[in-house]
């Protein structure tokens, strides 16, 4: 199973994916999406982030994309620039029939460092550490990607491999779907 | 020119194109984009309004978008859900070089019925009045996505008769561009 993680920002959105094959993880590519100045119109910047996405989606074809839900206590003026961008993130993974989860930033550190509350370098370290990356990456953005999609990955035990719809998706995970219900942080 | 007016909601969204040749508006369509549940998925949503809004600019090649800017004070989650939405109405408009503007909801009002603190009803008269629209449309939503054409076609005084690059525009209307800078309700 492969998965695209993407770590949405309103100025650098990171992304990486990953395969899973038994206990192998396997990187398939990773990298930041920047915007062109940090107050570069917000429709420029999803756009952006949607036609970049799009783009590594045909290319490294992953079954699902992972997210890390929105922390609610940012100031609300980063909050909604952030979640137009999150919006053109999963559009991007939803246009390709692709179903999107998310998970805490607790959940996501806690699955790679077996501590949620690691910090970014602790994080990077990990999944640097599991997917044999040798460089370090100029920016975290694009780690907290490839955390974000190994913590599906590792999260998700579906005997098919893949969830082979939307419908079926949704019924195997109602908890899981951005949006459907809120979500109590664990 | 012609201009597609959005109200994102993240249950339901409205749309209007009007045409303004003169001093003249003419309705081109209207209508909304329903949510299929209250609960549905946030990516599957984002989806439909962005694919509809699609269907609609392809058939009614507006020349430019206009949104009513977000109410802050409204709870968290609320905006958080309504951003992403939104992120996917203006990405529909950037997707197709588009220039995208926001007014705020005051500016709308004041622009269609000559008062701020008009009521939806209100709106809702004064914009079936100037289209010459003879049935009431069951959802608010469809006349106030009218109303923020109406308030562009009003506000926007180009020579050119409409902008002809992003860049152009946004030389033209640096302080109408949605999330360059934050500007103040007026």
Known sequence: MRVIGVDPGSVICGYGVVERTGKRYQLIEYGVIKAKAA?????LRCRMIYTRLQQVIERSL?????????FYAKNVASVIKL???RGAAMLSGAMRE????EYSPKEVKRAVTGRGGADKKQVQFMVRDMLGIE??????????ALAVAICHLNKVHSP???PRSWKQFIEEHPDRIVGSKPRKNS
């Open 39 to 43: 107050g570069e119109a917000l429709p």
């Open 62 to 70: 992953p079954d699902e994309m992972a997210l890390e839900s929105l």
């Open 83 to 85: 979640s137009h961008a």
């Open 98 to 101: 692709i179903p999107v989860i």
């Open 135 to 144: 460089e370090t990456h100029e920016f975290y953005d694009a780690t907290d």
């Open 160 to 162: 098919l491999g893949r």
